[in-house]
């Protein structure tokens, strides 16, 4: 379950929040004048989440040695650079939006 709760509840609430984050796999937004500011998530999550982030980096950069390759002797354009990156970012994005959290606010 995703909550969101303010940096003072945070404060004070610490030990608690761990142990949802934790035991429950909780994950808590912490804001500060109603601004988000820094999420506390269970460690597996963050691991995933970084492995993900460094496979969509492989694909991004073998894209590019693929490109590269298929243009032997062709220097490629900024613009050709500019279209795979973003082609590669959207897609890196509609992977983690397919996840779709679930919030709930808790502000204290």
Not at 25 to 44: C, F, L
């Amino acid at each position: 379950m995703q909550r969101t709760v303010s940096a003072q509840a945070a404060r004070q609430r610490l030990g608690e929040l761990l142990e949802g984050v934790y035991y429950r796999g909780d994950e808590v937004v912490i804001e500060r004048a109603g601004k988000p500011m820094g999420v506390v998530i269970p460690v597996e999550r963050y691991a995933r989440i970084a492995a993900d982030r460094e496979q969509a980096r492989d694909r991004f950069l073998a894209g590019i040695d693929e490109l590269r390759s298929d243009r032997t002797g062709e220097d490629l354009t900024d613009d050709e650079a500019m279209r795979i990156a973003l082609e590669e970012i959207h897609a890196a994005r509609g992977e983690r939006r397919a996840e779709g959290p679930t919030t709930t606010r808790d502000g204290g």
